[in-house]
């Protein structure tokens, strides 16, 4: 049984991911450090929507227990919306793409423990071999973690809340999040709600650019050109590259890019809605503190985006986590619909 379990595996992800022949024998140290849960393999094989979530949000973003609770929200509002929701997160040192409700419960309950790590593209490696090495952590995945793990197990769409970006002062520390040259290289469409203010949005737009990044806003009825959103804000003053109408534009788009095939990946913005968006002159102040406080206590690197979402969430008393819950939910459900349209155009 075990034995036609693993050929039934090798099978299934030989045809979703073409594996080059070479790699194929290494197939079983790969099964070792990833694992797709069989529904979404299943889904993945019969052309189901999939759509990925990340889980750096649940482990260095949002506090405990919110997080449990929106973690198994999310995973029902793909449900609903006709998609298969894959989880991607890391347990016990192996990497997994869909996970069952105990498994997410158990990674997203030990977000805060010094054994749950942030993880990026450059902490795949690492936590897989602290893990064959017998060290089991666990691992909360940024976007572009999660971009590199959909992208293996064939998923192509993923939605979130916030993209990382260029850091103010970013052309001094070169602090640029790897979530940007992710979207470069790997080809999933991602849906968020933009970049938050502490970043600096110009910036980001331009190396997104310079990374061969597909970036359109939906506009959600409006005529003409948008801006990029700012998270917690509809509008940041810079105008969006380009303008979707709706997902099945958004879906058609994803199709042209994989047919011809352009191999980075897609950016779209779906801006947070109208009624849970914050005015922008009190998450300015809160933000400008954030910032400032990380500055002054030398908070950099991969702490640094963790210490200002923490920061914004207690100076804004909790009214930022409504609408970064309310911005989420959205993207998820929009995200789906892009899946089921892309579906379609693979039928
Ligand atoms: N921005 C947000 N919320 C988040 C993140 C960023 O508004 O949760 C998380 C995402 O997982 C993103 C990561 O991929 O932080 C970026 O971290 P860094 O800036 O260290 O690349
Ligand atoms: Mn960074």
């Known amino acids: 049984a075990l034995l036609h379990r693993a050929w039934q595996a090798r099978g299934s992800i030989r045809s979703c991911y073409r594996l080059p022949v070479l790699q194929h024998r290494s197939l079983s140290g790969r099964e070792k450090l990833l694992r797709v849960s069989e529904e979404v393999q299943d889904a993945l094989a019969t052309g189901k929507p999939v759509v990925a979530l990340e889980t750096t949000i649940y482990t260095h973003g949002f506090p405990y227990p919110e997080n449990v609770a929106l973690s198994s929200h999310l995973e029902s509002l793909v449900r609903v919306n006709g998609g298969v929701p894959a989880t991607i997160g890391i347990l016990n040192g192996v990497a997994r793409v869909g996970m069952q409700a105990e498994e997410l419960i158990e990674l997203v309950s030990t977000a805060g423990s010094e054994n749950t790590w ?40 993923f939605a979130t809340g916030g993209l990382g970006g260029v850091h103010r002062g970013g052309e001094n520390s070169m602090d640029i999040s790897a979530d940007l040259t992710e979207l470069g290289r790997t080809p999933v469409a991602v849906i968020s709600s933009g970049s938050k203010s502490f970043l600096d949005i110009p910036r980001t737009l331009e190396y997104l650019e310079t990374q061969g990044v597909g970036v359109g806003t939906f506009a959600d009825g409006r005529t003409g050109k948008v801006d990029f959103p700012a998270f917690f804000c509809r509008d940041s003053g810079v ?7 709706d997902e099945a534009d958004a879906a058609a788009i994803v199709y042209a890019q994989s047919q011809l095939p352009v191999h980075s990946g897609l950016l779209f913005a779906n801006p947070v809605p109208e009624h849970s968006a914050m005015a922008k002159e009190d998450i300015d102040s809160i933000i400008a503190r954030a910032v400032a406080e990380a500055d002054e206590k030398g908070i950099g690197g991969s702490a ?39 579906a379609k155009l693979e039928r």
């Not at 936590?127 to 971009?147: D, P």
């Not at 105008?239 to 109408?245: A, N, V």
């Not at 100076?315 to 892309?342: D, Q, Y």
């Open 118 to 157: 942030k993880i990026s593209r450059r902490d795949l490696g690492v936590i897989g071999g602290l893990g064959l090495r017998g060290q089991k952590l666990n691992g909360g995945t940024t976007i572009a973690g999660t971009m590199v793990l959909a992208h293996l197990a064939g998923i192509k769409i």
């Open 239 to 245: 105008k969006s590259p380009q303008t979707i109408l």
């Open 304 to 342: 640094n985006t963790p210490y200002i979402l923490k920061r914004i969430r207690e100076l804004s008393h909790g009214a930022s986590v409504k609408a970064n819950e309310a911005l989420i939910e959205a993207n998820v459900v929009c995200g789906t619909k892009v899946a089921v349209e892309l």
